[in-house]
């Protein structure tokens, strides 16, 4: 069995491959070829703790990719010096069950996750798009950024967090790192930054909108990834009302986040105003973007597919350039 650390799963998923493989999970996705159910949830109340287990089978052409992920949230950890998220990747070999590999699974979670809005980004997004502000310092945001950057030709960046020193901090961290550009600029106060982004990504644990509507700039995109339980929401529901909007996938978002629940038990929209699954925009099922002035919307709440498809590409990369420990198991 092999075992990679954070450091070699980010050697081993570069952003661009992990792009490509998210496309390939998500139109297997769609096209019936995987199994993923929804994650199941396991609390600790003790401890205030959840752990989410995480399965998917992905047959993706002449491959295979089975695995499953544990993915632990723990309010206590960051006041005891661990980070809030726990996560582990098991690999499994599709034809035998035999276990392949564990892979440190926060790492691969925030590559996997940004490549997903990579994806969206890259579909729905205008391609004269060349500024964008995260909301969000944390960790989802920077694989946020290097994604939007990686498919789009972006000059300026501007972040905002309610906790401007994290948001200092990610500026320098990120600024001028890989496709992303020098031009990295804090949002003091967010609505101008807002008013002139082409992408806006929201990474936060919001419970209540991280913006107003009125702010968008015409036909702007929205991926918005934070959101993964009823109670959170992070985008405004009259921009849900008037985007087109997409989604990983549509079971998993009606069950798991606020920014659909919500303005679905408002009665300000209905399921059918899903557009559609981004599986189904890969595969060509589902048009893209309509016009230049339309407002598009991507909801991911991750899915298991995802982990697979980043898993088994992590898994081929370390091998082939001979990253991780290899263990008798």
Known sequence: MLILNSDEVRKALPMREAIEAMKTAYAALADGRAESPLRT??????????????????HAGTSEALAIKIVSLFPGNPGRGLAFIQAAVLVLEADTGRTLALLEGSSLTAIRTG????VAIDLLARPDSHTMIVFGAGAQAKAQVEAACTVRDIKRVW???INQDLAVKFASQVAGRGPVPFDVRVADDPVVSLQHSDIVCTATTSSTPVFQDI??????HISAIGSYTPEMQEVPAETIQRARVVVDSISATLAETGDLAKPLQAGLITEYHIYAELGEVVLGRKSGRQSNEEITYFKSVGIAVQDAMAAQLALKNAQKIGLGKSVDF
Request: proline share 13%; hydrophobic share 40%.
């Open 41 to 58: 949830h396991l609390p600790v109340p003790p401890h205030q703790g959840l752990v989410l287990f995480m399965p998917a089978y992905v």
């Open 215 to 220: 702010n968008l700039k015409t036909g702007a």
């Open 115 to 118: 490549a997903g809005s990579g």
């Open 159 to 161: 972040v905002y967090d």
